[in-house]
Each structure stands twice: as structure tokens, then as C-alpha cells.
């Protein structure tokens, strides 16, 4: 039987075109069935306050940070979105101190316009907003040596995947977008080969950092979160870290404290890796198959699926 089309974007793949048992199932999950989908190479934790949440989100970098020696240099892997965390982190390194000199720090993703990445002058830029809250807020003696510093670029694909193999990634970080997204690793057009079915997850694990083409849904998201609202000034292609790149990170943390995706998707990918469903209509499913995930939750952000009328 063939696969549902999309009730947001009929010529993409997403969750919407799940077997409505899962979508079902996932709506169904209350703030204890979530806590108990932990399994062996899954983790589910909860924070009951947004100071703890960020606090714990900052520290993953000082951890990270603080394992690198100068025979075996490691680092942090990190998003835009949530950003709540970055000064945190500046902050942290500051007051106790810690020399970065042999540490690394690996940007996700950064948004295309007209075939380049966006400068760091650009207001969206997420290298600049790295800069601006997290590296320039670090006493010069401590930061890391620039060449530490690995943002995606057009010119530097190849550089930058094999950066992950040159140095530990002890951690990569991240947040999950409406379409079930890390980076921008969105489900694909529905197109060519895969008009009828998406790509296996085998086929998607291979994909490299890469320029993407960004679902409608991430465009709008985006907008939404970072924008003001004009979704016509959020570019609709990115750079963005790949599968390959993400499973030679020894641990994903994904944090959600429900300001980037909504009850039903924060339960749904939840489930997904837990019961170990990896479908590339949702890309994070696919983090079923990662050695070492955590789920981190702002617990009163976890929401309800229940209708509710405003």
C-alpha cells in the first residue's frame, strides 16, 4: 500500500506520512510514559526549572572541553537553536578559567543565499551569533585557536567532514525543529526515486555534511523563532552537518524545552528511537540506531496533545 502524501507539503516527505498508528501512539504518551522510554543507548531526563535546563546544557561543553589534551584534542559539536546556553557557557569557561587551547568546536549548519553561505554579517548567520554570545564573551587568553574552530562552509565540505575523523567529537548537540530535524537534516522532496517511498535509513545515514534544500516547515519555523515572522526573508537552502559526520560523535544530546517543537513531535521522536522505528520521513528517528542518545526535556514545556481552543 502506498504511503500517505503530506498534509503540510505534498511534494515532501515528513512525519505526516507515518502509518497514523504511530502518530496515534505518540499523542497518546503522558509525561511518565516519555520518562520511561529510556533504554539501554537511549536516555530521557527531565529539568523542572529553565535555569537547570540551560545550566546542564552549557555544562555538556565544559565537559566536552575539558577532556581534550594536547595528544588527543576533542570537542563540542553545537547548534543555533536553543542558544539560551552560550553565554552560560562563556560565562563558565571565564570563572574557572579553562584554556581552550587544545579544544574544538564544530558549527551544525548555516543558512545558503544565492548559491554561498551567508556572511557573518548577515542577521541570521549562526556563526555570528556563536561569536557574538559564546566565543567573543571568552577572556582572549582562554579562547581556542581560530584554526579550533569549524563552521561549515561552501568551499570547506570536504575539510570539515574529515575534521571529525582528525579530532574526538566527544559530543554533538542539538535541538529538534518541527519537521523532526537535527541541523538540517530535513526529510527529503518527494521526487525521482523516491516518489513513492522515502530513503531507506541506510541510504540516509550515508549523507555527509551537504547544501540541503529546506522543507517548507523549517522555512516557516524559522520565521517563527528567529525572523519575526517574515518567511520571506528565511533563505530556503543550508549547510548542514550530516549523518556520516553525526555518528562519529561518541553521544548526541538533543535538548527540547518547547519553544522549537511542539508536544506531539517532542513525544513522537521520542518514541520512534525508543521502540527503534528510524524512518527518514523523520529525520531524528534515525537516531534510533546511534549508540548514545540523550532527550533532554524542560518538563513543564512538554505540553499536552489534547485540543485546546485559544
Excluded at 35 to 42: A, H, K, Q, V
Excluded at 54 to 80: M, N, R, V
Excluded at 104 to 131: C, I, K, Y
Amino acid at each position: 500500500m502506498p504511503r500517505k502524501k503530506s498534509v503540510v507539503a505534498p511534494k515532501w516527505w515528513d512525519y505526516t506520512t507515518l502509518d497514523d498508528e504511530i502518530l496515534k501512539d505518540a499523542a497518546r504518551l503522558s509525561e511518565k510514559d516519555l520518562l520511561e522510554l529510556s533504554r539501554p543507548g537511549f536516555k530521557v531526563v527531565f529539568y523542572e526549572t529553565l535555569e537547570s535546563f540551560y545550566l546542564a546544557e552549557a555544562l555538556e561543553y565544559i565537559e566536552a572541553w575539558k577532556q581534550a589534551t594536547p595528544s588527543h584534542p576533542a570537542g563540542i559539536c553545537g547548534p543555533i537553536g536553543p542558544t539560551e546556553q552560550l553565554p552560560l557557557v562563556a560565562q563558565i569557561v571565564n570563572a574557572l578559567d579553562i584554556n581552550l587551547r587544545h579544544a574544538h568546536f564544530w558549527g551544525m549548519d548555516e543558512w545558503v543565499l544565492n548559491g554561498r553561505q551567508v556572511p557573518e554579517t548577515h542577521p541570521l548567520s549562526f556563526a555570528r551569533a556563536d561569536r557574538e554570545l559564546c566565543f567573543n564573551r571568552i577572556k582572549p587568553a582562554l579562547r581556542m585557536p581560530e584554526e579550533n574552530i569549524h563552521f561549515p562552509k561552501i568551499e570547506n565540505l570536504d575539510s570539515y567532514s574529515a575534521s571529525f575523523d582528525e579530532y574526538r567529537c566527544v559530543l554533538m548537540q542539538g535541538g529538534q525543529g518541527e519537521v523532526k530535524h537535527w541541523a538540517f537534516n530535513d526529510p527529503p522532496k518527494r521526487e525521482g526515486k523516491y516518489s513513492d517511498e522515502p530513503p531507506t535509513p541506510e541510504e540516509f545515514r550515508q549523507l555527509p555534511a551537504r547544501v540541503v534544500d529546506l522543507h517548507p516547515m523549517t522555512i516557516i519555523q524559522n520565521a517563527r523563532t528567529s525572523g519575526g515572522g517574515q518567511v520571506a526573508e528565511v533563505p530556503t537552502q543550508a549547510i548542514t552537518v550530516g549523518p556520516a559526520e553525526t555518528w562519529k560523535a561518541e553521544k548526541v544530546s538533543i535538548w527540547q524545552a518547547g519553544a522549537h517543537d511542539n508536544p506531539f513531535g517532542m513525544r513522537l521522536t521520542a518514541l520512534m528511537i525508543s521502540k527503534k522505528i528510524p524512518d527518514s520521513a523523520v529525520p531524528m528517528s534515525l537516531l534510533a540506531d546511534h549508540p548514545s542518545v540523550q532527550f533532554n526535556y524542560y518538563r513543564p514545556g512538554i505540553g499536552s496533545c489534547e485540543a485546546e481552543m485559544h
